[in-house]
């Protein structure tokens, strides 16, 4: 009796259905594992004087660990371990829709006003305008969203006239 029955297609289908989307073939197990490609073919094929459908003990474990399943999945049967591997691929695909993308703000600076509209972010310009103790101003968006022409429109504002456009982003005129 194998130990792990048909363990080749179970390691089929856990690539297929991207259950750990950064495995996708024995080669990417390997190197994960830190071990040759060649070893995780002799647990799937066998060799003369070993059986296949094997996972080492040594292994096993961390192989469950790497797709984030349960050891013991590896026993079943190849129908059992589908029906389990398809209900997390399903739960996994739920929690990918449901979760807001994450927004790194590591280098984004922290300031004490939260603008959103441009209502709101031309009353503030002129405050800061107005308030003659800020030196420098610091707008940030992402590229085509308008802060030039935002900047430009507050400074007409501002001086009554039109004026040269402002320096802005390190730039020379």
């Known amino acids: 009796m194998k130990k792990h029955p048909q363990l080749a297609k179970k390691f089929l289908l856990l690539y297929k259905l991207r259950i750990n989307s950064s495995i996708n073939t024995n080669t990417d197990l390997a190197k994960r594992l830190g071990v040759s490609k060649q070893f995780i073919s002799k647990w799937t094929l066998g060799t003369e004087t070993l059986s296949g459908d094997s996972i080492p003990i040594g292994q096993i474990d961390r192989v469950?660990?790497?797709f984030g399943i349960d050891a013991s999945w590896f026993l079943l049967d190849l129908a059992s371990f589908e029906t389990n591997i398809q209900g997390l691929a399903e739960t996994q695909r739920i929690e990918r829709i449901s979760r807001p993308n994450r927004i790194s703000l590591s280098l984004m600076p922290l300031t004490q006003a939260e603008i959103?509209?441009?209502?709101?972010?031309?009353?503030?310009l002129d405050s800061i305008w107005e308030e003659k103790l800020t030196n420098v101003l610091e707008i940030i968006a992402f590229g085509g969203m308008g802060k030039s022409s935002f900047v430009n429109f507050s400074a007409v504002r501002v001086s009554d006239g039109p004026t040269e456009s402002l320096n802005h982003g390190g730039t020379q005129p």
Request: charged letters at 35%; aromatic letters at 8%; zero cysteines.
């Open 64 to 66: 469950a660990e790497i």
């Open 116 to 124: 959103f509209g441009r209502d709101s972010e031309a009353a503030l």
